[in-house]
């Protein structure tokens, strides 16, 4: 069945460190991964995101890498500040059925201590 | 362009009880995905809609139901209130539907079922 694997449930890092989140994913025809970043209380914002047709991409510190052979994915986080502290989910979908099914990972709760 | 927005964003109500949940897509999106947030079983995808028309569905009771009008503005609702039906319940609006369409949130109805 379809399902996604997000590790670790807890991160904690000093300001000015990388955070890295990782995911796994079970269906072998997932071709859309999308990150979100939910703050307490607010609704989850669209971060960045990756389509299987490459293997990498870069929005300022946040970067996301994507292995297809392994099924994983995972986000970067460099220089880290206070206000990325949030729950991150990491998310899969396919084009089979041409529907927008989004298959979340349970989250990551990063904490950036100053 | 305004965000997606949900009403009621607060509601309370008894079990054995119906409700109604409301979404408006950003202007000029076409599709409108469902999703229930709990801490226990994270975001779970209810139901997607395009063009009026149920694309896909979660494993969710029938009890939960919902449906486009032509405006793409959406409604989910859910018969018979049960305890555990207290979640955040989130939308989302796409432009198109597909896996390839970034999904933007709203900021979600938070139902507590007494």
């Known amino acids: 069945g379809e399902n996604v694997e997000q590790h670790p449930s807890t991160l904690s890092v000093q300001e000015g460190d990388s955070a890295v989140i990782k995911c796994t994913y079970s269906?072998?025809?997932?071709?859309?991964f999308p990150w979100y970043k939910q703050e307490l209380g607010k609704r989850p914002q669209l971060i960045i995101d990756?389509?299987?047709?490459?293997g990498e991409k870069k929005d300022q510190r946040i970067a996301v890498t994507l292995n297809k052979t392994a099924k994983h994915f995972s986000l970067h986080i460099t220089e880290t500040q206070p206000e990325d502290s949030a729950v991150y989910f990491c998310a899969a979908s396919k084009t089979t059925g041409n529907t927008g099914k989004l298959i979340f990972g349970q989250g990551t709760t990063l904490q950036v201590k100053p | 362009k305004a965000g997606v927005t949900q009403t009621p964003r607060y509601l309370i109500k008894t079990r054995g009880q119906q409700v109604t949940l409301s979404c408006s897509p950003i202007?000029?999106?076409?599709?409108v995905s469902w999703y229930q947030q709990t801490p226990g079983q994270g975001l779970q995808f209810l139901f997607e809609y395009f063009s009026e028309t149920q694309r896909n569905k979660g494993n969710f009771p029938g009890r939960f139901s919902g449906r486009q009008f032509s405006n793409s503005r959406s409604e989910m609702n859910v018969s018979t209130l049960e305890l555990g039906d207290s979640a955040l319940y989130l939308c989302?609006?796409?432009?198109?539907?597909?896996?390839?369409?970034?999904?933007?949130f709203g900021p979600g109805t938070r139902l507590t079922v007494t």
């Open positions: 202007s000029g999106h076409r599709s």
């Open positions: 990756i389509r299987s047709n490459v």
């Open positions: 269906d072998s025809a997932s071709n859309y």
């Open positions: 989302a609006s796409s432009l198109v539907s597909g896996a390839h369409y970034e999904q933007y």
